[in-house]
């Protein structure tokens, strides 16, 4: 059975850091496409960050600098790392994994900003 499990998340203060986590079994994911989505309150899930399977990183515009997509081969894990944190990253944030056809979602991990 494939499971996605992130973990990581929590509440900080704005400006502050977080590393999440995204802990695979049942695939290995150093050969999928890792995505990090995130959906706030009343907004559309949008993806924010991306690491191919050649380790080809993309990030989206709004946390271009801030955040950092990795991987762990060894431990089967893709992280996010995320700097300088604001109120408006307030969201769960999800992990997908695919490869062509296959494709599989974590459960997501709350994040909330806030002082």
């Known amino acids: 059975q494939v499971q996605l499990v992130e973990s990581g998340g929590g509440l900080v203060q704005p400006g502050g850091s977080l590393r999440l986590s995204c802990a695979a079994s049942g695939i290995q994911l150093s050969i999928y496409t890792v995505n990090w989505f995130r959906q706030a309150p009343g907004k559309q899930r949008e993806m924010i960050a991306q690491?191919?399977?050649?380790?080809?990183?993309r990030y989206a515009d709004s946390v271009e600098g801030r955040f950092t997509v990795s991987r762990d081969n060894a431990k089967n894990t893709v992280y996010l790392r995320m700097n300088s944190l604001q109120p408006e990253d307030t969201a769960v944030y999800y992990c997908?994994?695919?490869?062509?056809?296959?494709?599989?979602w974590g459960e997501g991990t709350q994040v909330t900003v806030s002082s």
């Open positions: 690491v191919a399977g050649r380790a080809t990183k």
């Open positions: 997908n994994a695919n490869w062509g056809r296959d494709e599989h």
